[in-house]
């Protein structure tokens, strides 16, 4: 098992670029989401999905979307990048919702000039 | 809303030591509480978790954690430092108001182990 993969490690985007950060796993769990880790704030949840299909909103949504057309797959996209984006992201996992241990990945640390 | 909090930004021990990391929590209803570590340049790993039954919850490297409803607590705890338990530490709750469900994260506490 590979676990929870995301792609790329690192990355610069200059202001109003979009990017695609990718996040799969081979555990075949069902609830997937997205955090941002920024210095004195801890993780700040993003967006989440609890199936195939389903997404919904966390804490700080705005200039990010998501989709989910597999299991495995849950991409993070950004519209038009900002310096406030910038930040290290964090994809996890977990068999059912949150009662269930999440498995993170590496991270990918962003950065927006 | 639900909320956790890390009162202490660092905590700093000698190895051999007793170590306590603090949480407390707000919650409507009955909590379910984590603990999570993070490694220097690596992603989050689970320690342990809370649900129900026993107050002292035993988890991963020699970590436990007391739940205490009367104080809504949930410091982590450890009978001996070591020096690799240096980390980030973050308690989490569980959110299940307004139609989410989803873990709400504290803001981190940093150990420091010195030999």
């Known amino acids: 098992n590979a676990g929870v993969t995301q792609t790329p490690k690192f990355q610069v985007l200059k202001t109003g670029q979009s990017m695609t950060l990718q996040c799969a796993q081979d555990?075949?769990?069902?609830?997937m989401s997205w955090y941002r880790q920024d210095p004195g704030m801890g993780l700040r949840l993003i967006h989440y999905?609890?199936?195939?299909?389903?997404?919904d909103q966390g804490e700080v949504p705005n200039g990010y979307n998501v989709s989910r057309s597999t299991t495995e797959d849950f991409p993070l996209r950004l519209l038009s990048a900002a310096p406030s984006q910038t930040s290290v992201y964090f994809c996890?996992?977990?068999?059912?919702?949150?009662?269930?241990?999440?498995?993170f990945g590496p991270g990918t640390r962003l950065t927006v000039t | 809303a639900q909320s956790v909090a890390q009162p202490e930004d660092q905590v700093n021990v000698a190895e051999g030591n007793p170590l306590t990391v603090k949480c407390t929590y707000s919650?409507?209803?009955?909590?379910?509480l984590f603990w999570y570590v993070q490694y220097p340049n690596r992603g989050l790993q689970f320690l342990l978790k809370?649900?129900?039954?026993?107050?002292l919850v035993k988890g991963s490297y020699g970590f436990e954690a007391e739940f205490n409803k009367s104080q809504t607590s949930f410091h982590l705890k450890k009978p001996s430092a070591l020096v690799s338990d240096s980390a980030l530490y973050f308690c989490?709750?569980?959110?299940?108001?307004?139609?989410?469900?989803?873990?709400?994260f504290g803001t981190g506490t940093r150990l420091q182990v010195f030999p």
């Open positions: 809370y649900i129900t039954g026993d107050n």
């Open positions: 919650v409507s209803g009955n909590p379910y």
């Open positions: 555990m075949n769990h069902e609830y």
């Open positions: 989490a709750v569980r959110d299940r108001s307004y139609n989410t469900d989803k873990l709400i």
């Open positions: 996890a996992s977990s068999l059912a919702r949150v009662g269930y241990e999440q498995y």
């Open positions: 999905s609890v199936g195939a299909g389903i997404t």
